[in-house]
């Protein structure tokens, strides 16, 4: 079972930075594709930015410029580095994986952590 963990959220005033890093248990290899999620009070989850294992990225126009995700050679961490952070940028962000690999075999299944608060306020 595939677990996903969070950090790196937390307070910070508008135009500052934040580093979110999403971890797993220690079981995945590889995988198709992970991403960052956003979901504000009231509001829809939204895609905030991806990346596949070859490499690929993609991001949601609002943070274009500001936002960057990347992950280690060894494959996990995944991280997003936010910065010029608006007060919309506050949300709960999570960690969504799509497609890995585990102890020899592959496994066309998603799985979410837990979320971390992301809270952009003077």
């Known amino acids: 079972q595939v677990q996903l963990v969070e950090s790196g959220g937390g307070l910070v005033q508008p135009g500052g930075s934040l580093r979110l890093s999403c971890a797993d248990s220690g079981s995945i290899d590889e ?4 991403g960052w999620y956003r979901q504000a009070p009231g ?3 939204e ?3 991806s990346i596949t294992w070859g490499g690929r990225t993609n991001y949601a126009d609002s943070v274009k410029g ?3 995700i990347s992950r280690d050679n060894a494959k996990i ?3 997003l580095q936010m ?3 608006k007060p919309e940028d506050t949300a709960v962000y999570y960690c969504n994986v799509r497609g890995y690999s585990t102890g020899g075999y592959y496994y066309a299944r998603e799985a979410w952590g837990q979320g971390t608060q992301v809270t952009v306020s003077s």
């Open 77 to 79: 961490p995944v991280y």
């Open 43 to 45: 509001k829809q989850r």
């Open 47 to 49: 895609l905030v930015a």
């Open 31 to 34: 995988f198709n594709y992970m």
């Open 66 to 68: 500001r936002f960057t």
């Open 83 to 85: 910065n010029s952070l």
